[in-house]
């Protein structure tokens, strides 16, 4: 266990250590929904939702089921199973009850399912012992973090759409190089708080 | 003994969230029977939950689809009157702003959970799903092949020379998934107890070498078809085609049609090729150079090799138009091949005068 607020590791997850444009998970739908930033901004809410929601959900199976019942070993398969079922879950309950919701979020739900950000945490949290509330902390901080990227690219690509883009690095290229230099940004971040 | 129970603890938690997904879905994602209404006349009934595309396609209307409803390809457009709630942002790329104006959709995107009105193109409900027999099969070329299937059920189509069909390719050693691809009808509209397709070899293709390698005579496979708003318009003007390698299929079975019924329109085909060993069917086309009224055949060798012998047109295909057009505003022009060739030929075609607007392309 380490001490640390969860505030500080909320704030780090944001900026020093951004799931994204540090940790690199979570590029594909990253890569492919992020072409207008009204998608972008529904994609992005659903992965904070649903990062901080699997997080709690993967923080009680795992220390509750995994560790008592020795199955740790069975943390991968395990998690997956829950993520999956939780968004599947999420999505039936919202598409019923929210239309509105549904509409602007809910539809992007089963994009993230299989998303490796949200694994990445659940993950992350167990390797760096953190407790409940910091994993609330850092769940929530890795969803921002990665909402705020994905803002971020998509403003960009909205505003070189009408650019002259060389033709061999139209779309996925260009793409990679504007990540790589907004990853090259935030190291400018890195070190200053650790959270691990 | 250990191991069972830790087999068991995993799958009562799987077990269990699949359990809970099963009730919820019971219980809340439970949409009843929903009513679509096609054109006005016909009415299907299906249960609600799923998406549109697939709906219609269980109810034997087959909308283009080229992703298989992952909306990643923005072909299964549909005009919803009534019922498919608000635009999504998935479909918001692929519409643009007079679609958005006349209600067109996504049809993989809209879910189906109440009654819906939608309107679709008169000929998609003659789109049929055909289980066919492999009767012959051709090489053209070291890698295109002509393949005649023989339709079994039902065992008519009706088609416009030009349109394409989907073939499925089952499931073999390279891919663990029924696949379709499109392909251009080469034989003509009058044949219809069977089709021809022509297939050029493309490296590491999961269809393409299934078909060149795997594919035998007799083999069952199942066709959908026929789509596509690329077919030879009724009209008088002259024609100039331009396709090559496989391309040639949906222009052999428009020129065949023609030469059937002796059209009078003149007709110029320039077929671009790399050396002698990609050209096929020269005799035939030359044939029609005297059957035809009008017709003038035109292969284009773009790096002929010294040993080929060849004393034919060399280069790229646009220079040569202005040689064969003699009224451009009285011409169409059908293009079937890459988007790269298209874009060339059609800048070209525009800017010797050609309408915009007939030049009908489809591009691969």
Known sequence: ????????????????????????????????????????????????????????????????????????????????????????????FIERFSPALYYSLGIFLPLITVNCAIFGVALFMIIRKYTFMQTIGFAAGSGIGWLLAIMALAG???????????????????????????????VGFSGSVIIQ | MEIFYNILTATIISGSLSIILVIAEYFF??????KITVNN???????????????????????PSACGGRGS????????????????????????????????????QIKVRQDIKIHIPEELFNIKKFKAKIVEIIDYTYDIKGITFQLLEPNTVDFKAGQYMQLETPKYE????VISRAYSISSIPDIKDSIQLIIRRVPDGICTTWV???????????????????????????????????????????????????????????????TTKDLYLTEEFQEYEKTMPDFTYVPVLSAPSPDDGWTGKTGFIPPYFKDYIRDPLNTEAYLCGSPGMIAAVE????????????IYFDSF
């Open chain 2, 347 to 358: 800048k070209e075609l525009v800017n010797l005068g050609v309408a915009k607007d007939k």
């Open chain 2, 41 to 63: 006349k016909k009415e299907i009934v299906v249960k609600g939950g799923g998406n549109l595309l697939n709906a219609l396609a269980e109810n034997k209307i087959f909308i």
């Open chain 2, 73 to 108: 390809c923005g072909f299964c457009k549909v005009k919803a009157l009534d019922g498919a709630g608000p635009v999504l942002p998935t479909e918001k790329p692929y519409l643009s702003a007079s679609e958005l104006k006349d209600n067109i959709r996504l049809s993989c």
């Open chain 2, 29 to 34: 994602a439970n949409y009843g029977d929903c």
């Open chain 1, 1 to 92: 266990m380490i001490d640390i607020h969860p505030f500080i590791i909320f704030l780090a997850a944001i900026f020093t250590s951004n799931i994204l444009l540090s940790n690199f998970l979570g590029m594909c739908s990253f890569l492919s929904i992020s072409k207008e930033v009204e998608a972008s901004l529904g994609l992005g809410m659903a992965v904070v939702f649903v990062t901080v929601l699997t997080a709690a959900v993967n923080y009680v199976v795992y220390y509750q089921i995994l560790v008592p019942f020795e199955i740790v070993y069975l943390q991968y398969i395990i998690f997956i199973i829950v993520i999956a079922a939780t968004v599947q879950l999420t999505e039936i």
């Open chain 1, 156 to 186: 960009i690509r909205q505003r070189i759409k009408e650019k002259m883009v060389p033709a061999g690095l139209q779309g996925a290229g260009i793409t990679l190089i504007i990540t790589g230099i907004m990853a090259l940004a935030f």
């Open chain 2, 212 to 274: 060149h390698d795997y594919m035998k005579l007799g083999d069952i496979v199942n066709l959908v078809g026929p789509f596509g708003d690329f077919y030879i318009r009724d009209t008088e003007t002259d024609i100039i085609y331009v396709a090559g390698g496989s391309g040639k299929a949906p222009i052999k079975s428009m020129i065949e049609h023609f030469a059937k019924y002796q059209s009078t329109r003149k007709m110029t085909y320039f077929f671009g090729a790399r």
């Open chain 2, 174 to 177: 390279k891919s663990k998934q």
